[in-house]
């Protein structure tokens, strides 16, 4: 096998493990992924505030679910005219 072959297949199984995206998340990469502290995640968990599962004793996040809790906190922002009214 060329150095080459070896090469480009190195960037193809790259590539095909940065397509794949984690439909579960632990709650390091939720983390990360929000920008929001693990204690609080683990606060949020155990108040019942965030959607979760339970696998055994660990705590796991579906992505989707979370981009749906996140967009469902979503606030709208009120716009003024010129002359001070709301405008939506």
Not at 36 to 55: E, N, S
Not at 56 to 73: A, P, Q, T, Y
């Amino acid at each position: 096998m060329s150095q080459d072959n070896v090469i480009v297949g190195a960037v193809l199984q790259e590539n095909r493990e940065v397509i794949v995206e984690k439909k579960l998340l632990r709650v390091e990469e939720l983390s990360a992924y929000m920008g929001t502290p693990v204690a609080t995640l683990y606060t949020w968990t155990h108040q019942k505030k965030i959607p979760h599962l339970k696998v055994g004793r660990s705590v796991r996040f579906d992505r989707e679910e979370i981009n749906l809790w996140l967009k469902g906190r979503r606030v709208a922002v009120s716009v003024f005219s010129e002359n001070g009214v709301v405008k939506r």
